[in-house]
Nanobody, 122 residues
Framework: QVPLVESGGGLVQAGGSLRLSCAAS????????MGWFRQAPGKEREFVAA????????DYTDAVKGRFTISRDNAKGTVYLHMNSLKPEDTAVYYC???????????????WGQGTQVTVSS
């Protein structure tokens, strides 16, 4: 098990920024790839970003490229999602996930956090 706890969500105006954090407990964090997903009301969960266990590789969905940055601090057991130039369509519950391989689909991840709400007002 890899317990994951997200934080950093909130209400922000369009064009603003937020930084989401996902803290993992356990000594195995460093061996997991990490992903961020989001789910808006009435929509399916979608991939946002992923990072390899070392941080050397990252992947983003086209909708956030150039605006969002995923990073990790293995010493702190934390993965981050830096979100800039936020748009109303970014409004969703954001989830972090841990898995053995960096992939861009949800069932590739084994452990999930409880989610944090991000609301972007126009």
């Amino acid at each position: 098990q890899v317990p994951l706890v997200e934080s950093g969500g909130g209400l922000v105006q369009a064009g603003g920024s937020l930084r989401l954090s996902c803290a993992a407990s356990g000594r195995t964090f460093n061996s997991y790839a990490m992903g961020w997903f989001r789910q808006a009301p009435g929509k399916e969960r979608e991939f946002v970003a992923a990072i390899s266990w070392s941080g050397g590789s990252t992947d983003y969905t086209d909708a956030v490229k150039g605006r969002f940055t995923i990073s990790r601090d293995n010493a702190k057991g934390t993965v981050y999602l830096h979100m800039n130039s936020l748009k109303p369509e970014d409004t969703a519950v954001y989830y972090c996930a841990a898995g053995e391989v960096m992939v861009n689909y949800g069932h590739g991840y084994d452990f999930w956090g409880q989610g944090t709400q991000v609301t972007v007002s126009s």
